[in-house]
């Protein structure tokens, strides 16, 4: 069954230092794979996305994400961290063209220590 | 601007009451779900709908009915509210539309749900 897991449930990182995180993803076939960001009481936003091409896709705000079909990953990454990208990230990934719903991982929790 | 919007913000219910939770989006997309979101699970796909008029059973539908009276409203219900169905809810909606074929979803800001 398709599935995706993020192995940290929360990461604290120094304010300037950079960040992981990590996702693994299980799926049979091309998968669509999404970063979403949820701040403190809010809903969900999409930080970026990937379909099949260039594994390395850019988001908003710094981040970055790269693909990986024979690890079966789909990390993100920052180069250096803010006080404000303190909130809770999913990765999430589509089974199928066309509009099916999300499947998430139970999502990291990034802490920003100054 | 379009947006996904939701009501109530907050609710608390008693056991075995009527629950509705609405969501309102005026992305004009065809597809609606709802979600739940509870620590240790992410978000879980409770129902989803194609267009005005129908609804599906996502991954976790048990306890919960929707309605989708049209293209911009999407309601989720519980008849016999319990407590085990606290939790946050997001709306979200999306289509399948583009060169790329495939449906970002666009969230609203979610509904907490108490039931004592």
């Known amino acids: 069954a398709q599935s995706v897991t993020q192995p940290d449930a929360r990461v604290t990182v120094s304010e300037g230092a950079s960040l992981q995180l990590r996702c693994k993803y299980s799926?049979?076939?091309?998968?669509?794979l999404f970063w979403y960001v949820q701040y403190p009481r809010q809903g969900l936003q999409l930080l970026l996305k990937y379909y099949p091409g260039d594994p390395v896709v850019q988001g908003v705000n710094g981040f970055e994400a790269e693909f990986s079909k024979s690890n079966s990953s789909f990390h993100l990454r920052k180069a250096s961290v803010h006080w404000s990208d303190w909130a809770v990230y999913f990765c999430?990934?589509?089974?199928?063209?066309?509009?099916?719903?999300?499947?998430f991982g139970t999502g990291t929790t990034v802490s920003v220590s100054p | 601007e379009a947006a996904v919007t939701q009501s109530p913000r907050n609710k608390v219910a008693v056991t075995g009451g009527k629950v509705t939770l609405s969501c309102n989006q005026t992305n004009n997309h065809n597809n609606m779900y709802w979600y739940r979101q509870d620590t240790g699970h992410g978000l879980r796909l409770i129902h989803y709908?194609?267009?005005?008029?129908?609804?599906e059973k996502g991954d976790i539908p048990d306890g919960y009915k929707a309605s989708r009276p049209s293209q911009e409203n999407f309601s989720l219900i519980l008849e016999l509210a319990t407590p085990s169905q606290t939790s946050v809810y997001f709306c979200?909606?999306?289509?399948?539309?583009?060169?790329?074929?495939?449906?970002?979803?666009?969230f609203g800001p979610g509904t907490r749900l108490t039931v004592l």
């Open positions: 999430a990934v589509t089974p199928y063209q066309g509009g099916r719903a999300l499947i």
């Open positions: 979200a909606s999306g289509d399948a539309t583009g060169k790329d074929n495939y449906a970002e979803q666009f």
């Open positions: 709908s194609y267009g005005a008029g129908s609804t």
């Open positions: 799926y049979f076939g091309t998968p669509y």
